[in-house]
C-alpha cells in the first residue's frame, strides 16, 4: 500500500511554507496551519500515511512515523500514536506545535511561563487551555512563553498528526505542582 489521499504531503508542506512565509511565526501562522492538518487529515487515508516517511521515536514508546521536513529545519511533520489514559510529561518544544487529531481523543492542556524564562530550573506556570480534542479538531501552541503544554490520551487512546516548528525538540520537563524543570527524555529527533 502507498500513500492514498487527495492532498499530498508535497502539497502539505508547500502550504505550511506558504504560511510561514506569509504570516511569520505568529499566531495566524499556527491557526492556518492548523487547518492544513485538518484539511490533510480529511482528505487522505490515513492508514496510508504509516507506509510513507520513515520510523520515528515518540515519547509514548508507541510507533510512530517521520513523515516530512521541511526545507532548512523549519518544521517537521509526524505521526504519533499514544497509548489509552496515559500522559506526557507537562513539557516545553523550541517552538510552536499543532495537533491533529485522527483517532481516539486527548484532553489537551497548555501553559504559558508567567516568569521571564531566564531560570533553567525552574518555570512559573499559568493555564492557558485545558479541553478536549476530538477527531477532526487541532490543538496547538504557540511560541514561547506559550510553548507548554501535556497531551493527557483518553480511554480510546489517541492517533494524531504532530506538525512542530524546528524539528520539535523538547527544551524541558516541568513538575506541574513545583515548577521544577528537568531534562526531557531523548528522542534522537
Ligand atoms: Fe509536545
Not at 37 to 52: C, H
Not at 65 to 81: I, V
Not at 119 to 148: C, K, R, S, W
Request: charged residues 25%.
Amino acid at each position: 500500500m502507498a500513500f492514498n489521499g487527495l492532498y499530498t504531503l508535497e502539497e502539505f508542506g508547500e502550504d505550511v511554507g506558504a504560511a510561514l512565509d506569509v504570516w511569520g511565526d505568529s499566531m495566524e501562522a499556527v491557526l492556518n496551519m492548523g487547518q492544513l492538518v485538518q484539511r490533510f487529515i480529511g482528505e487522505n487515508d490515513t492508514k496510508s500515511l504509516w507506509t510513507i516517511g520513515e520510523p520515528a521515536k515518540i515519547s509514548s514508546g508507541l510507533p510512530g512515523r517521520k513523515l516530512l521536513d521541511g526545507p532548512d529545519g523549519r518544521f517537521r511533520l509526524l505521526l504519533a500514536e499514544y497509548a489509552p489514559d496515559t500522559a506526557t510529561a507537562v513539557h516545553s518544544h523550541e517552538g510552536w506545535v499543532v495537533i491533529g487529531i485522527i483517532e481516539g481523543s486527548e484532553r489537551y492542556t497548555s501553559w504559558r511561563r508567567v516568569d521571564d524564562g531566564s531560570n533553567d530550573t525552574h518555570a512559573d506556570l499559568e493555564v492557558v487551555q485545558d479541553h478536549h480534542i476530538m477527531p477532526g479538531e487541532f490543538g496547538y501552541l504557540y511560541n514561547e512563553p506559550f510553548n507548554v503544554h501535556r497531551q493527557a490520551a483518553e480511554e480510546k487512546g489517541a492517533l494524531e498528526l504532530v506538525l512542530m516548528k524546528g524539528r520539535g525538540q523538547r527544551l524541558n520537563h516541568i513538575d506541574e505542582a513545583t515548577g521544577d524543570c528537568s531534562a526531557p527524555i531523548e528522542l534522537n529527533r
